[in-house]
């Protein structure tokens, strides 16, 4: 009798694969949805080359950062009470800072004239 409920209880447990099925079909088609909403043109223009690109840096930098910092921060912690190790990771921390907000006021910078530039060329070509 307790191995019955003992085997009965273990394939209640057991997963089914008709859920594992329609969990990623679920998922398959979810990706593909959001892709074709994303990617809904074919035709790569060069600003929008540029414009991915421009993500694509920010992102890898906002990664780098964040390692700098981590890295910093454990290089930190575990200095026990050392000097030097103390002044570099604070160093290193204080670097990463200033590059970040280097590469941040660089995108202001460069959204702005982008910007300003295609209102100047848009405003060019609809009064020609």
């Not at 447990?13 to 979810?30: E, K, N, W, Y």
């Not at 990664?63 to 570099?88: C, N, R, S």
């Not at 907000?101 to 300003?116: D, F, H, K, L």
Request: net charge neutral.
């Amino acid at each position: 009798m307790i191995a019955i409920v003992l085997g009965l209880g273990l394939f209640s447990l057991a997963p089914h694969t008709a859920l594992a099925q329609t969990a990623t079909s679920l998922i398959s088609t979810g990706l593909e949805n959001t892709g074709s909403t994303a990617y809904s043109s074919t035709d790569l223009t060069v600003s929008g080359f540029i414009g991915n690109l421009i993500k694509a840096l920010l992102a890898a930098t906002g990664i780098i950062f964040l390692v700098l910092t981590v890295y910093a921060g454990v290089l930190y912690m575990t200095a026990a009470g050392e000097p030097d190790k103390v002044k570099k990771a604070k160093s290193m921390l204080t670097s990463a800072v200033i590059g970040l907000v280097i590469i941040i006021g660089a995108y202001a910078i460069s959204s702005y004239v982008i910007t300003a530039l295609s209102t100047a060329a848009t405003a060019t070509a609809t009064t020609t």
